[in-house]
């Protein structure tokens, strides 16, 4: 079975803090996504990656960055948390190619207080 | 307007009914449609993936109509434990021509409960 699994299930920070989150996948998919979901809104793609070192800007990039050194792995970092990035933060994996079926981690539910 | 769009709901039904979930889209060069589901504090699942054709799964069916740009679940005699949201999902065309990284964009989702 795919595993994708997330640093954290639950995470609180200051305002101003650089937070990092953590996604790694056990399947040696290519692309990997940064999701947040908020109610009313929906899942929101962030950054995505489909390649080591290789990133795109999602629909919401502003005050977050992604940095991708092994395939396996995808950090989120939000470089000063702000109140309005308490979210739910989802990770998801892919192959290329094929159904594009998404395996998505557990979430980190972060507040930023 | 939204690239995917879902009835949010809230859909309250009694056990053994059937219900029925619609979404459109807006990019007609979509190549590949999904309903995920989502249980309450939980990641989202692939339920199925809806061909052309349409396609069945028990009693879940999905279909898809490419000149309306429109996709929909039906869900037949429900179950307590269909109760979650259900994510509209559409794999977009990239513009200029090349892959779209399996990029997928998401509906808002409609919740449905399924009551005794």
Redesign the interface.
């Known amino acids: 079975d795919v595993k994708v699994t997330q640093s954290s299930r639950y995470l609180v920070k200051r305002t101003g803090e650089k937070v990092f989150l953590e996604c790694v996948q056990d399947m040696d998919h290519e692309n990997m996504f940064w999701y947040r979901q908020d109610p009313g809104l929906g899942l929101r793609l962030i950054y995505f990656s489909y390649d080591v070192k290789m990133k795109e800007k999602g629909d919401i990039p502003e005050g977050y960055s992604v940095s991708r050194e092994k395939k396996e792995r995808f950090s989120l970092i939000l470089e000063s948390a702000s109140t309005n990035q308490t979210s739910m933060y989802l990770c998801a994996s892919t192959n290329s190619g094929g159904s594009y079926e998404q395996y998505f981690g557990p979430g980190t539910r972060l507040t930023v207080t | 307007r939204k690239e995917v769009e879902q009835d949010?709901g809230p859909f309250n039904v009694p056990e053994g009914a059937t219900v029925a979930f619609n979404c459109t889209y807006s990019n007609s060069a979509s190549q590949?449609f999904?309903w995920y589901r989502q249980d309450c504090r939980?990641?989202?699942?692939?339920l199925m993936?809806v061909y052309s054709s349409g396609n069945e799964d028990g009693r879940f069916t999905a279909q898809l109509n490419r000149a309306s740009q429109y996709i929909s679940l039906l869900i037949r005699d429900s179950k307590l434990s269909d109760s979650a949201t259900y994510?509209c999902v559409v794999?977009p065309s990239n513009n200029a021509g090349g892959?779209?990284?399996?990029?997928?964009t998401?509906?808002?989702?409609t919740i449905l409960t399924v009551h005794p």
């Open positions: 949010p590949s999904f939980k990641e989202p699942k692939l993936s994510l794999n892959t779209s990284y399996g990029k997928l998401f509906g808002q989702g």
